[in-house]
């Protein structure tokens, strides 16, 4: 991998934390644009556990699930997650920040993996990828030749350990709602 795809990988969460901060700042949030974010991001941590579900890292190829429609259904989650953490903020600026962060980061980040699966899994891998795309999902589930049938797990939901997402989504939404108390001063 190349010098710029390192950097992005090893610097996308420790840049995520100054970025949050600044979509704080911006954000003007009240009880209804709360309300309809935490929607959205329901929505989100729904395709996040759906897929955690399925999910066997390092295992096995997965493509069976959500990952029968797209490559990414966790990264697939996220965006929605971050779409519900825009609306949420109420707030055009803060909602570009986590458009262009989550765009710049995980386009890189869906990439190199794909590269090192296609290093793990080979033909198989190069088979799904041809079939399923990167992350906007397919209308219908990929057939793939030698799948295996495999079945959402909540032992595997919780080894993958996909319950912070939902409580770090919930503290923003806790954080944002004291915001909006404190702005009504």
Known sequence: MNGAGNFFVRWR??????????????SLPTPRSILVGALAGVIGLWVRAYAAGYLHKQEVLTVTG????????LYLG?????????????????????????????SIVMRREARELHLRHGASFEEYARAVPLFIPRLTAAKLLGD????????QYKKNHEWQAAVGFLFLLLVLMLIWLLRLD
């Open 78 to 106: 996220s965006g929605i997650l971050a779409l519900g953490a825009g609306i949420a903020t109420r707030s055009w600026t803060s909602a570009l920040i986590l458009f262009v962060y989550f765009a710049v980061f995980y």
């Open 148 to 155: 295996s049938a495999g079945s959402f797990s909540f032992a």
């Open 13 to 26: 969460v420790r840049l995520g934390y100054p970025l949050a901060i600044a979509v704080l700042y911006f």
């Open 66 to 73: 959500p990952y029968a429609y797209t490559r990414n259904p």
